[in-house]
């Protein structure tokens, strides 16, 4: 029986089969019918919603989340805005005044390049402010935190002038030696497994939360990028029966020798919660200067960058996963990062594997290599957000190399396969904004003019289905969301005004 009937709408379905309806029927999870037969189709137990006109799209998927990390960000200081040194230290302290003795303080959202500093930040404002309690301060892309001696001193072992660097970490140190309070990439693991870095104690109804903000957000799918407490919470709503989000799951590379020793396959669960792949990075970030660079950064002689693993150990890691049917999800910023990663890729290729390769960011890339991702059948898994966010620190680390930076068109051009997402809590949860960078190329104030790097700018359609993780067709999913406004129609920089009236999961309004 059918339970909704969308009528009188303006229905794209990025179905080639049926790609235009003006209703549409939803039975038992699934797409019952369009048009005419679902109009047929409806009886007086039917819920009816008259479109009057309005915009009906396939439900949207963010294909890069840190999901239950957004969940919980009211339980860490929020350093994001912060316009200064003394703004963030300030937000820090007001925590630090209700903590209880030793207690660890988390916060994350800062970024130096806001404060018009030179250099990052040290551990001396903070041990002014917190000489007893523990400070940890995730950089706003997590690539650094901004720690307090107090912290250095209560990681296992301490972290003093005599601990060496670890493989794919930087332990920052000033003139004499001393570690600065600020750590990169690997170098993070050494505080230990703290709340902020396993966030063992999840709240479920925080998520419950964090979902309905997805759904109110035409969000009914996510690619959640963490680890196994994410997921626990994940498999407990389900059990109840409350999960109403799509959820495809990866497992960290650390932890995929355990899972292969249990006997899971890639694509294990049902329709709401499958592990589908494994994570892994190849370099850091850009904002940390961190990400892997085949040559220098502008003005920075010498540093092109951090390795976060050897090729060796990729290769086995990609090796292992395909093996076992799971996709295979490689953080890479860098150009040279990426370089090395489809260099891996197509050697497994080459030897017959099929598997599902992605390059998560795929930020910044050597022109030569932008045709690989498509002749590879390599998915390119972006963040538009990320492209405007960063344009003027993108210009300054990079040079005349920005030219292919976030090269969206390009990469469609050549053939790869885009898929979108927010990299949230990093950016905004919230994929109009996504789509409007995508779009645009140009921030909410329209910065910089007419775009930057308008070249890259794609079309309406092309970014939305990039977003889309299942096309409307009968039998499919019914996923699908209804919007104020015809993004399609109105100019591009009025996508960001764009409200979702109705969001509909499983054949279902939630």
């Known amino acids: 029986m059918i339970n909704l009937l969308l009528a009188n709408g303006t229905i794209h379905t990025f179905d080639s089969t049926h790609p235009r309806a003006h209703a549409l029927a939803f039975a038992n999870g699934r797409v019952a019918a369009f048009d005419d037969d679902a109009l047929a189709a409806r009886t007086p137990r039917t819920e009816t919603i008259d479109l009057r006109g309005r915009l009906v799209l396939p439900g949207l998927t963010d294909h890069h989340i840190h999901f239950t990390q957004y969940a919980m ?61 523990p400070v940890v301060l995730h950089r706003k892309d997590g690539h650094s935190v901004w720690v307090n001696s107090a912290a250095l001193r209560a990681a296992s072992p301490p972290i003093t002038r005599d601990t060496s660097d670890p493989a794919g970490g930087v332990i920052e140190r000033d003139a004499s030696g001393e570690p600065t309070g600020l750590l990169r990439e690997n170098a993070i693991n050494l505080l230990g497994d703290q709340p902020s870095f396993g966030a063992p104690d999840i709240a479920e109804d925080a998520v419950l939360d964090a979902i309905r903000h997805a759904h109110q957000l035409g969000l009914t799918g996510i690619h959640n990028v963490e680890g196994a407490n994410a997921l626990r919470a994940f498999q407990n709503l389900r059990a109840r029966d409350q999960l109403t989000l799509r959820v495809a799951h990866t497992i960290p590379a650390d932890h995929l020798e355990h899972a292969l020793a249990l006997g899971l396959r890639g694509g294990w669960g049902d329709e709401w919660l499958r592990l589908v792949g494994v994570k892994l990075f190849a370099d850091g970030s850009l904002g940390s200067q961190t990400a892997w660079m085949l040559e220098p950064f502008e003005h920075r002689p010498g540093n092109c960058g951090v390795a976060a693993r050897s090729l060796e150990e990729i290769e086995r890691i990609v090796r292992a996963a395909a093996h076992a049917d799971f996709m295979v999800a490689t953080h890479a910023i860098g150009d040279r990062a990426n370089r090395e990663v ?28 932008l ?21 003027q620190m993108a210009d300054e680390f990079l040079g005349a190399r920005a030219r292919y930076a976030y090269a969206f068109k390009s990469l469609l051009s050549t053939g790869a396969r885009l898929v979108f997402g927010s990299d949230c809590p990093v950016e ?9 960078a995508a779009v645009t190329r140009e921030r909410a104030n329209g910065e910089p003019p007419g775009g930057w790097y308008p070249e890259e700018k794609l079309s309406v359609a092309e ?48």
Request: no cysteine; charged share 20%.
């Open 463 to 510: 970014a939305v289905r990039a977003y889309i993780g299942a096309p409307l067709r009968v039998g499919g999913l019914g996923d699908a969301i209804v919007l104020s406004r015809d993004i399609f129609t109105v100019p591009p920089r009025e996508i960001l005004a764009t409200r979702v009236e109705w969001t509909i999961v499983g054949g279902a309004r939630v």
């Open 428 to 436: 905004t949860l919230d994929p109009f904004v996504g789509l409007h």
């Open 371 to 391: 045709p690989r991702l498509g002749a590879l059948g390599v998915i390119a898994s972006m963040q538009p957000i990320h492209a405007t966010s960063d344009y």
């Open 73 to 133: 960000s009211a339980a860490r200081v929020q350093l994001e805005g912060a316009r200064s040194l003394d703004e963030a230290v300030a937000r820090v302290a007001a925590r630090v005044a209700r903590a209880k003795p030793g207690e660890w303080i988390f916060g994350s959202g800062w970024n130096h390049l806001d404060w018009a500093m030179p250099a990052f930040p040290t551990k001396t404002p903070l041990d002014a402010i917190a000489p007893n309690n």
């Open 342 to 369: 489809l260099n891996v890729y197509e050697k497994l290729r080459g030897e017959g594997i099929g598997a599902t390769f992605r390059i998560e960011h795929a930020q910044h890339l050597h022109p030569a290599d």
